[in-house]
């Protein structure tokens, strides 16, 4: 936790950097849900990094001179809104939204689905964004933006062709590496060379006709049904950091849910 220089209040007693972070938020709301904001701001603004645990609450308790019950309810709300997570024994951490691997639970490729599939970038460069991009990543249309198009491979067997697009200039550092070096993961690369966390995305589905270049690449059919997946994927503060459109044959597409 970053250490904050303490401050004299009108009485000359120095003022812990805790409570006057308290002191700026709204003296109408109950005193858990001041903190609960301030916490929340921290999480948000990347303060805390999702591989080393929070302070402790002892600690933070003290920082803010608040009661353990009082940090412990705050602590409770932040992991049922997604910001953190407990993990037993080792403490309390920034979230990362686990979404890498959510495709695949639509997609179906029998034995050759065993396993994570492979990445192959097949292009990125900057683009001019279009009025759908721009709406997606909240950004003014024509501005530049980072566009991966890439193949997801089970061995040889294409999955998933991807169209990804990035905001510029926030994602200007992905420039600088090798396709090849991109991994097979993009949100730890986001995170290890942006500083971009994901913390949680929103997808919507639909089934459209092939082009013929998805087809190609899928070898499937032109105008064959492929399943869209349309993603924007979102940092804790809410900003938008990715638009993505995967799309994989239909036949290869399955949807489940439990409805109790």
Avoid at 10 to 27: H, I, K, M, N
Avoid at 169 to 174: A, M, S
Avoid at 240 to 250: D, I, N, Q
């Amino acid at each position: 936790m970053h250490s904050v220089p303490s401050t004299p209040d009108s009485s000359g007693t120095p003022e812990s950097p805790g409570a006057a972070a308290l002191a700026r938020t709204d003296p109408r709301l109950p005193l858990h849900a001041r903190l609960r904001e301030v916490i929340a701001e921290r999480v948000r603004s990347g303060e805390w990094s999702p591989d080393e645990p929070l302070p402790a609450e002892s600690a933070l308790v003290a920082h803010y001179g608040v009661s353990l019950g009082t940090m412990r309810r705050v602590f409770r709300d932040l992991v049922d809104e997604g910001l953190l997570e407990r993990r037993q024994g080792t403490g309390t951490f920034v979230r990362r939204a686990s979404l890498d691997a959510s495709l695949f639970r639509f997609f179906r490729f029998g034995a050759a689905g065993s396993g994570f599939p492979r990445s192959r970038i097949l292009s990125a460069a900057r683009q001019v964004s279009t009025r759908t991009i721009a709406s997606a990543l909240g950004i003014t249309p024509g501005s530049e933006v980072l566009h991966l198009h890439r193949l997801r491979l089970y061995g040889e067997q294409p999955a998933l062709v991807e169209d990804i697009w990035l905001p510029l200039p926030l994602f200007e550092p992905l420039e600088r590496i090798a396709a090849d070096d991109l991994g097979d993961l993009l949100y730890p690369t986001y995170e290890r060379h942006c500083g971009q966390i994901v913390a949680a995305a929103t997808e919507e589905l639909t089934i459209e006709a092939a082009t013929a270049a998805d087809a190609l690449l899928l070898g499937c059919g032109r105008a064959e049904p492929v399943a869209v997946v349309e993603r924007v994927a979102r940092a804790h503060d809410g900003k938008p950091l990715e638009y993505r459109r995967s799309r994989g044959p239909a036949h290869t597409f399955r949807y489940r849910v439990d409805i109790r």
